[in-house]
């Protein structure tokens, strides 16, 4: 699985494991851009818009436990 915030053309691209995340949401306060949110189907984080990941990688540095 990769996890994690890479460079994409446009933007970033904000990896996430399900399996991992704990749906606690710290990545979700922290994103300047706000394109993350808790899908509350799985409850885990999720994306809205890659295109817009400014790749300051603040949801990585919060995550608890190195789903993102
Ligand atoms: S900070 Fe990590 S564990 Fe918490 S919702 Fe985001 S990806 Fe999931």
């Known amino acids: 699985m990769i996890r994690g915030v890479e460079k994409a053309s446009m933007g970033g691209i904000v ?6 995340c704990l749906g ?3 990545c979700v306060e ?4 706000h ?3 808790i899908d509350n189907n799985k ?3 999720a994306v809205t818009d ?11 540095m919060v995550c608890p436990v190195g789903a993102i």
């Open 15 to 20: 990896n996430i494991s399900d399996e991992t």
């Open 30 to 33: 922290i994103c300047p851009q």
């Open 43 to 45: 409850d885990t984080a």
């Open 50 to 60: 890659h295109g817009r990941c400014d790749r300051m990688k603040g949801c990585e």
């Open 24 to 26: 606690c949401g710290a």
């Open 35 to 37: 394109i993350l949110y």
